[in-house]
């Protein structure tokens, strides 16, 4: 069954930095969880600052995403912040 066998989880990748993010999302919150090249695998993630962003891209070693505050009136804002996920 080809539709059981699809990834439905979008994966993001840094091409500066040569890494792969796997974007997940809960409560409301964005976490990107890297990518062993490896072997795979998936160890620390890193939960982005604000609730129900959208866009989410990475590039350098940042996540960039598009934000509107929760108090304003359709205003949106592009927000970058520094990806952490050293354990």
């Known amino acids: 069954n080809r539709e059981k066998k699809n990834w439905k989880q979008p994966i993001l990748k840094d091409k500066e930095e040569k890494k792969l993010y796997a974007l997940f999302l809960k409560n409301g919150y964005y ?20 609730k129900y962003v959208e866009n989410v891209k990475i590039e350098n070693g940042y996540a960039y995403y ?3 505050p929760y108090e304003s009136a359709q205003k949106k804002f592009l927000y970058r912040e520094v990806i952490e996920t050293k354990p």
Request: proline share 4%.
């Open 31 to 50: 976490y990107l969880k890297p990518i062993s090249l490896k072997d795979g695998s998936t160890l620390v993630s890193f939960k982005l600052r604000y």
């Open 66 to 68: 598009i934000y509107r």
